[in-house]
């Protein structure tokens, strides 16, 4: 499956902000453990490339993103990493540029008609809409999609349990982004297991979802 098809099939991705690269493999074997093997790992800290070289080593399986890539250095860092898509929380051209030449995935990030068209004019149209509780939700992205029909989100930005499942039922959805599972907290003292826990919630939430077409 491609990234895009394997995305869509999880329906959500877990955003993690990591506090230190020693906790990356339990995180990911947490993942795995509660059936969702898949996190994008944000430069928001200074242990993402060796927390996303840690997890490309010991669990290839696992679907693996680079978040909040703010440069083109940082696109090459997580790329010889191990990265297999990075995501952006906006649209730089020259980001995405350099990932298109490099020939990985990236998903942009918008919030604005006119950052979609800019997005679209570079070849990309799975794109990232952040931030999108603050932006106005589900009823502003379902007004974004009337006019773009043929585009494609990843929600991400104050999505958890309690509004997911209404991202999920638009069509133009392929996944949500989502950190309540992986809060530094939960990392940093050493709930595992509870990770472990949210994560399979949160597949069986998606699942339930898809199932019934939409959860209120």
Not at 18 to 33: Q, T, W, Y
Not at 153 to 177: E, K, M, R, S, W
Not at 185 to 192: A, H, K
Request: a negative charge; charged letters at 20%; one cysteine or more.
């Amino acid at each position: 499956m491609t990234i895009t098809e394997n995305l869509n099939r999880l329906g959500i991705v877990p955003v993690v902000s990591i506090p230190e690269a020693r906790l990356a493999e339990p995180l990911a074997e947490s993942l795995m453990a509660g059936g969702l093997p898949c996190a994008e790992i944000t430069f928001r800290t200074a242990a993402a490339a060796d927390s996303l070289a840690a997890i490309a080593r010991r669990f290839p399986d696992l679907l693996l993103g680079a978040g909040t890539v703010l440069s083109t250095d940082q696109v090459d860092r997580a790329l010889d990493a191990g990265a297999q898509f990075i995501v952006s929380p906006g649209t730089n051209p020259r980001v995405v540029e350099h990932c298109l030449k490099r020939a990985v995935t990236i998903f942009p990030g918008v919030c604005t008609p006119t950052e979609i068209e800019a997005a679209l004019t570079l070849g990309v149209d799975l794109l990232k809409f952040f931030p999108a509780e603050p932006m106005g939700g589900v009823k502003y992205l379902q007004a974004i999609c009337a006019p773009y029909r043929h585009v494609r989100f990843i929600p991400t930005g104050g999505i958890d349990t309690a509004n997911i499942g209404n991202y999920l039922g638009l069509p133009q959805v392929v996944a949500c982004g989502g950190s309540w599972m992986v809060k530094p907290e939960l990392m940093l003292t050493g709930r595992f297991e509870a990770i472990r826990d949210l994560a399979a919630e949160a597949v069986r939430l998606v699942d339930q979802i898809r199932n019934a077409g939409r959860v209120e």
